[in-house]
């Protein structure tokens, strides 16, 4: 299957756990013979989307603000226009057929519309 993984974190530019973890979780489900893109935001790209890999994983990052380590309202702002951001930056790529299933991490609470 194509699974496309989303969180608001991930490696290589992260060291908290949950970036950790979804990397194993997207290796594993690799080694089962799925197709892994990872979709994620990164404030400090220039770039609309970012297309890389890792360990045989696709790795999508689009540009957005900062949504860690800053204060409550910037942090609210920047997570409201996650879905936005993601789906402007991607939308040229996807297409019905692009993935079989999506899984997305949790605590990041404005990923409703993507």
Known sequence: MKLALIIDDYLPGSTRVG??????????????????????????????????????????????GPVKNVGKFRRALNETLLSYKAWKAIKSYINPASFDGVVYYSPSIFWGGC
């Open 19 to 64: 970036a950790k973890m979804f990397h194993e979780l997207a290796l594993e489900l690799r080694n089962y013979g799925h197709e892994i893109t990872v979709i994620t935001p990164d404030f400090k790209q220039k770039e609309k989307l970012v297309i890389t890999q890792l360990d045989g994983i696709n790795i999508w990052k689009f540009r957005s």
